[in-house]
């Protein structure tokens, strides 16, 4: 970006608030997504995810706080807004009696756009059964299908809510290849997942949301760096395994007088960096 530049948001949240009476919500969120960026969005069941999203699409009203959207404010330009945003929920429900090819045109419809040939590429790279009946889908088939609602009408804008759950890692890779395309074209991506490794690979940036407050947000490679090590190792006969964040001399020297008959020392898994964001 240029020296004196403003950024542009895709997405714009000021002290978001929302809460179900007694239960918990989101609470003063301020969170912003740049144009043209992979946004991961991380946390924990029930940390306030989904809350957020349907905050954005105008499923639910928030009690406060603000929320724009491609520069338009999600209340007053509701409308326009869904015009140019593909949303896939982590859970997508069709008519059960229609045809694949039938809901892909009822969708395409419902943003009044000729999706034909987009709809046909998608298909095709997903290997979604067009002359297939909803009700005869597998979880996988439908959530190809949902992708392919989501994408069809090349929005400016993708929110998705656990996208890969139901797929197979062949599809996975296939979906998020589709992702980079239309990144490359223009598109934002805001991705919702509890699958790290995912977030880790494709987002450029991540916040860290945990009982419906922001943790933090950074980039992803800084959200990753850690000088924790994993070590097993056998010690006096007995198989240890444990997350060390301390000086690798101070470990060592505790070893003092105990025969160490194995030690190896690794990188953590990347649910064990992150678990300090979701532990209280």
Do not use: W
């Not at 002290?15 to 144009?35: D, F, H, M, S």
């Not at 990144?183 to 940036?205: R, W």
């Amino acid at each position: 970006m240029k020296q004196g530049q403003t950024k542009e948001y895709a997405i714009d949240i000021q002290n978001l608030t929302k809460t179900y009476g007694k239960a918990r919500g989101v609470t003063e969120l301020t969170l912003q997504v740049e144009k043209g960026d992979i946004f991961g969005f991380l946390g924990p069941n029930g940390a306030g995810k989904s809350t957020t999203i349907r905050s954005l699409l105008g499923l639910i009203k928030f009690q406060s706080g603000s929320a724009r959207i491609l520069g338009m404010d999600v209340r007053g330009d509701h409308k326009k807004i869904l015009e140019n945003i593909g949303y896939m929920p982590s859970e997508t429900m069709f008519y059960p009696s229609m045809k694949v090819s039938e809901v892909l045109k009822f969708a395409a419809d419902m943003h009044k756009k000729d999706c034909e040939e987009e709809s046909r590429m998608l298909c095709e790279r997903l290997e979604v059964p067009v002359d297939k009946k909803v009700e005869e889908l597998s979880l996988g088939n439908r959530k190809k299908v949902s992708i392919v609602c989501a994408m069809q009408h090349k929005p400016q804008l993708f929110i998705f809510d656990e996208p890969t759950s139901g797929l197979d890692p062949l599809m996975q890779a296939e979906f998020f290849k589709l992702i980079l395309t239309y990144n490359k074209q223009g598109a934002t991506c805001f991705l919702s997942s509890h699958v790290l490794s995912e977030i880790k690979k494709y987002c450029h940036q991540a916040a860290i949301i945990r009982d419906g407050r922001l943790i933090c947000t950074d980039t992803v490679e800084n959200l990753t760096k850690t000088n924790a090590k994993r070590i097993h190792m056998v010690k006096d006969g007995v198989e240890e395994s444990f997350v060390y964040r301390g000086d690798l001399d101070e470990l060592f020297a505790g070893f003092a007088g105990h025969h160490i008959e194995d030690i190896v020392i690794e990188e953590p898994e990347l649910e064990e960096i992150f678990m300090h964001y979701y532990e209280k």
